[in-house]
């Protein structure tokens, strides 16, 4: 099968990251403050996981997946290109949300559509392929538009600069609806669609190259969302799989109260849009060149001790950005510091994003794997709303408090996990004694 259809989301990945952050700084000069942009980034967090499940109901019911992610990408190009049109925060914080909306609801899809017509040995590999495509287009999104910024204000104000780099990524967007709907692959024939169980573990073993949860940690992950049952998963809850999930809510609201604020602060501590995009690339680059690594790392040890580690070193990394900006602002020094702290928050997201998917797929009870997955996706959304809510609230008094909760959200989430580890190791020594 041709894989030029990848090019033409790759496109749109670029659009989605330049969008990613443009936006809240768009917001930031309308005049918005740090809880405006917690509501900002709460509405995409809320909107993701309705925009899989409606998008992939509809997609299931007419059986033209194709027509969706074309309409979904369109949905984006018009959006993008709405938002510099209008000088109204609450316009700007629904469109956003509309172009979440629309990217979650393309993903699991475009996994669909991914494995049509390919031998079951061979998805896996496809998801993956399509993972780091969506992860290069998104990288050179925050690239594209550091580059934009930079050389757009020599000659413009920053306003008008990030009006002209949202009209780039509307226009990207649009380009990337053209290709989809020339290059993407047809529509599964009735009866040839692969079971939602068996696209379930072909993507946990596609690993989980998402590099865009480094700066959008509250994104839905890829997860086929047909056929889910959380009800069922509910009554089948262990109680290390609860314990865990506790664990994963605590991490991503704290992580999402740094992001949440975070482009406010860094403008406040001096940098301009160009320096807010290359770190935010930073931390993208770092996890990218880590996800190997830690993949073979959580093979030769237990997942739960190698997500301890990257959790403590994200609590330690995201009240430090806080105290580097606080003290040193766009310094020579403050510039170096902050960047070797995001290197270390893309190294956490890598570790996260690995061993999650690892550790609860070996909690769920065998039936309900795929459905907890599901609901990870879900908490994770969920957790990432309301946690963008408070540190949009605790910002608007205090970055430094702001970040020093993420960071203790995220270690509370990191102790919960060492319980789970110490639980679980207790349980294996009783077993091989009492053999």
Request: hydrophobic share 55%; proline share 5%.
């Amino acid at each position: 099968m041709s894989h030029r259809w990848l090019y033409a989301w790759a496109l749109g990945s670029v659009a989605f990251g330049g969008v990613s952050l443009i936006v809240p700084l768009y917001v930031v000069s309308l005049g918005g403050d740090p809880f405006t942009l917690g509501v900002l980034a709460a509405a995409a967090a809320f909107a993701g996981v309705p925009g899989a499940l409606a998008f992939g109901g509809l997609a299931d019911r007419t059986g033209k997946r194709r027509g969706f992610v074309v309409a979904a990408l369109g949905l984006v190009a018009v959006m993008a290109a709405l938002v510099p049109l209008t000088g109204s925060i609450p316009i700007v914080v629904g469109a956003n949300a509309v172009v979440w909306f629309a990217s979650a609801a393309a993903l699991p899809i475009l996994t669909l559509l991914a494995v049509t017509d390919v031998p079951d040995s061979q998805w896996s590999a496809q998801i993956a392929r399509l993972n780091t495509y969506q992860g290069v287009g998104w990288a050179l999104g925050l690239l594209a538009g550091a580059v934009w910024t930079a050389g757009a204000e020599l000659v413009l104000d920053p306003l008008a600069a990030q009006q002209g780099f949202l009209l780039a990524c509307a226009g990207c967007a649009g380009l990337s609806c053209l290709a989809a709907s020339r290059l993407l692959p047809p529509d599964p024939r009735p009866g040839k669609e692969p079971t939602p169980q068996k696209l379930r573990r072909a993507i946990r073993r596609a690993g989980r190259f998402n590099i865009r949860g480094v700066t959008f940690p509250f994104s839905p992950v890829r997860v086929d969302p047909r056929d889910l049952h959380p009800s069922r998963l509910a009554r089948r809850f262990t109680p290390d799989l609860t314990l865990y999930f506790g664990a994963i809510v605590l991490v991503f609201a704290g992580s999402a109260v740094f992001f949440a604020p975070l482009p406010a602060f860094l403008g406040d501590a001096g940098y301009g849009s160009d320096g807010i995009f290359a770190l935010y690339l930073v931390s993208s680059i770092a996890s990218a060149i880590f996800f190997d690594r830690v993949g073979r790392l959580a093979t030769r040890h237990d997942a739960e001790l190698v997500q301890i580690a990257g959790l403590l070193g994200r609590a330690v990394g995201l009240p430090l950005v806080a105290l580097v900006g606080i003290v040193f602002g766009a310094t020579t020094i403050g510039l170096i510091g902050t960047t070797a702290v995001f290197a270390l928050i893309g190294l956490s997201w890598a570790v996260i994003a690995v061993t999650t998917g690892t550790i609860v797929t070996q909690l769920a009870p065998a039936g309900v794997r795929g459905e907890a997955l599901g609901v990870y996706s879900a908490l994770m959304a969920f957790a990432g709303g309301l946690g963008s809510l408070l540190g949009g609230w605790l910002a608007a008094s205090s970055y430094g408090l702001a970040f020093a909760v993420a960071g203790g959200l995220v270690l509370s989430g990191a102790g919960l996990v060492g319980l789970l580890w110490h639980r679980t190791a207790a349980v294996t020594a009783l077993r091989r004694s009492a053999s």
